[in-house]
């Protein structure tokens, strides 16, 4: 069984302690990955620090230029990569490789961004002065990722921290971390300066408070789960460390009778079963006007219907395994919540009766406001679908959630695409799309969704202070 390394100094090393990687298709470990300590993370953070001040000189464009290399390295090995995810993660093998395909445009609108981080010069008030703007690079990055998308969300860190001009150290999600192993074996062939890029695995808990307290590392940019980003906005309180935060969401589906049907459904199939439902912009909650309500859900059943479930490793497979027996429960409860309220349950709605966590594609007709599916976020083929009669209506039900990540809307009046562009409480709105995401827009989300962007340009500025200099002349 092969073990990866763990990344320390621009060294792959393998360490005695080890934590297993399941393939939840099989619920077999089939490999495992190298672990440290708290010491460790004490120490990458001293090397990351030292290797600061190299990295944040080299121009934007030399930094640039070594993650177009990076991209080349990803894009080389992409077929052995998409694999990997999908042993680890579950995932259908086009979804992983579509996975690393977007990795590497991540990799490389940030290393075409490296070269704009634009200051300002400043109008004065009096004429003995200058005002300047600069930008400059925050210093050590920590980035943790979830395991759900594995890869690209990691990159999503690593590529504009380093375009930047910051170290980082990157610590993956425990369920998939194979993948970013091999990403770093990638970086690795760049030959950065020893300490730009490292990669670690281990205790959570004891990762991330070495992170919040020790006072080298500057920033924390963290993607996961609502309940952790909690712990890190407490534990950063005590030293004030800046946090970005990508956190869970419950993204609302509204389908308007001007809508043209068949493509909201595909729109609407896309949303909800990518990734099996693992997804923090996966539709939730889906709301259709009344009177395309049974036309809506006669048309969505027949295409979930056949949805092929199986190993990801089969090229026929549309919906992979779930991550783990936890996640599987947590779609059977709410399921069972829901119809114990009074939804109908129309499709699926059970785990298949095979090894592995593979749970039917489900559609639940009706469901009641107060179902747990219509709060909290289910994380699994389950869609959960509801009627309402006005615009009005719509909106307020899009926005009763403490979530708002992504929302979705179908509809073809020029006028009510702007209303919900102002009123829709959420980061990011797909209106006839149901695959928002893309390297040059701001990703990220309000109320408890998280705080700040990732990606667009908004995705450099988050590792960049914006410092005023006033001259005198
Ligand atoms: P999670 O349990 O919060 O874990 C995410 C990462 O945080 C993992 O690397 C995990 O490590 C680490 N972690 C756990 N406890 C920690 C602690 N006390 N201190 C520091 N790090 C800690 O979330 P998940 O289950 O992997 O991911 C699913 C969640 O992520 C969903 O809520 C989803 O909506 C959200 N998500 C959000 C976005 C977005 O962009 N907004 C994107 C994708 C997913 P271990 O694996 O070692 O426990």
Redesign the pocket.
Known sequence: MKTYPVYLKGEPIITETTLPVTNPATGEVFARMCTVDRAAIARAIQDAHAAFAQWRQLPGKGRGELLHSIANELHRRREEVARLITLENGKPLTQSQGEVAMSVDHLRWFAEEARRAYGRIIPCQVEEKRHLVIKTPIGVVAA??????PLV?AVRKVAPALAAGCPVIL?????TPLCTAVFADCVDTVRLPKGVFQLVAG???E??KE?LENPLCRKIT????????K??IEGAAKNVKPLSL????HAPVLIFEDADLNAAVDATVMAKFRNSGQ??IAANRIYVQRSIYEPFLKAFVEKVRYLKVGDGLDPQVQIGALIDEDALAKAAEHVEDAVRGGARLLCGGNRLERAGCFFEPTVLADVPKGALCMHE?T?APVAPVSAFDTEAEAIERANSSSFG?SAYAFTHDLGRMFRLAESVEAGMLGINDGVPTTSQAP???VKQ??WGR?LGVEGLDAFLETKHISIGI
């Open positions: 943790i990722s979830p395991w759900n998308f969300l610590k993956p999600a425990s369920h205790s959570a808990a990762i991330g992170f963290f993607t996961g789960s609502t309940e952790v980003g712990k890190l990508e956190l869970g969401g997804s923090c976020e994380f990540l990703f990220g989300g969704s998280g990732e």
